[in-house]
């Protein structure tokens, strides 16, 4: 409750020092590359796809088993979700069924680690780049997860985090983006409000 107090008495509740606190927290304790945090997970992905340049026609390859909101977030872009098969063992995408679901649309590849269980990510990546294609990976359930010694966060185009009230970590409800590169990230902090360059703004 202490927090909590700490953030109403601030005068600001949906941004402030405590959501900028806690995105440095989150790079240095676990390894996540230029979080930005947003009000949800399904914002996190959907602002990773604009920010990828998804849009209406545009295909991501994402897989059949996963929450519903991987494919609304596809939608929400007017991008279309396209289902590939997953892995028996693991419930994760199947790489070879990515390569399968490649049309002339296909813009990006939205893999899930499934009960937070990482995805095949160099062979994923391996596919992306001689595809020209983006990763946006949904890490719902992956924060504080690893994959060849390098957090799950750092490795893709993007990554999107879940923080809604059934995660191992929760913020009530909420999300953040993770950006490789360095003018994604900046265009995602910017089109979390509005377009507009807060950081430029301040007094």
Known sequence: FEYVEKVL??????????????????SATLG??????????????????????????????????????????????GANPIFADIQYETGNINP??????????????????????????NEINKIAREKNLIVIEDAAHALGASYNGKPIGSISDFTAFSFQAIKHLTTGDGGVLCCLDKSHYREARDRRWFGIDREESKP
């Open 32 to 77: 996540l590359v230029n979080p930005v945090s947003v009000n949800s997970g399904t914002s996190a992905l959907h602002l990773g796809l604009e920010v990828a340049g998804v849009g209406p026609g545009d295909e991501v390859i994402l897989p059949s088993q996963t929450f519903v909101a991987s494919g609304l977030s596809i939608l929400m872009t």
């Open 96 to 121: 070879e069924s990515i390569k399968q679901k490649i049309t002339e649309k296909t813009k990006a590849i939205m893999p899930v680690h499934w009960a937070g269980y990482p995805c095949d990510m």
């Open 9 to 26: 008495s601030s005068t600001f509740v949906s941004a402030g020092k405590v959501a900028d606190d806690f995105e440095k927290e989150l």
